[in-house]
């Protein structure tokens, strides 16, 4: 996932294809767990499920900081 301006986002997906989907407001953040919303289309979503120990760190806070400043903000 690239997230881009706004609430734009570049997913890489398991085919190896890239889609471009926008980031939707319902997102569930937890210390240990992250889940994010998806609309590529008119009524498609994707889902990504996000867990401490699949990123870095620091990359996996700054992503969880990211996200309450920029959902909370809309």
Known sequence: M???AEK???LGLYSG?????????QVFILPW???LH???RP???KYLVL???????EVYR???VRLKLEINRS
């Open 43 to 45: 009524w498609h979503k």
């Open 38 to 40: 998806f609309q590529y």
């Open 33 to 35: 767990l992250v889940i």
């Open 8 to 10: 734009h986002c570049l």
């Open 62 to 64: 700054r992503l969880r």
């Open 2 to 4: 690239v997230w881009g």
């Open 17 to 25: 294809r890239q889609q471009e989907a926008e980031l939707c407001s």
């Open 51 to 57: 867990l401490p120990d699949m990123v870095d760190r």
